[in-house]
């Protein structure tokens, strides 16, 4: 029997990113199926939970900004760009892998 309630998916870090995540670069997770307003599950909603959850560093603002991802953050999803799947408002899948990966480099 599945748990409707959840969705199973990975999520992935790197260029840095995963010290904010414990130094933790893949996580398989269990994420409620739907929202804190009861619409189904999207990457919008995966960044809150990650930050609110999974995230170890208080410095929520390395990842967010304006309650998305911030500029120079690619979020992939199963490989692709989030552009190509509709960004934020992308509806999570069972298996899905979605990959947080910064770009910004110090110099």
Known sequence: ????ASVAITTEFSGGLEILFGNQ?????????????????????????????VMKDPRKELFVL????RPGILVLINEADWE?????????????????????HGG
């Open 66 to 69: 304006d309650d998305t991802v």
């Open 25 to 53: 670069k893949k996580y398989s997770l269990s994420v409620p199926a739907n929202d804190e307003f009861g619409a189904p599950a999207n990457v919008a909603f995966l960044v809150r939970y990650l930050c609110d959850k």
């Open 84 to 104: 190509l799947e509709g960004e934020a408002k992308y509806e999570l899948q069972k298996n899905d892998h979605i990959m947080f990966v910064s770009t910004l």
């Open 1 to 4: 029997m599945s748990d409707d």
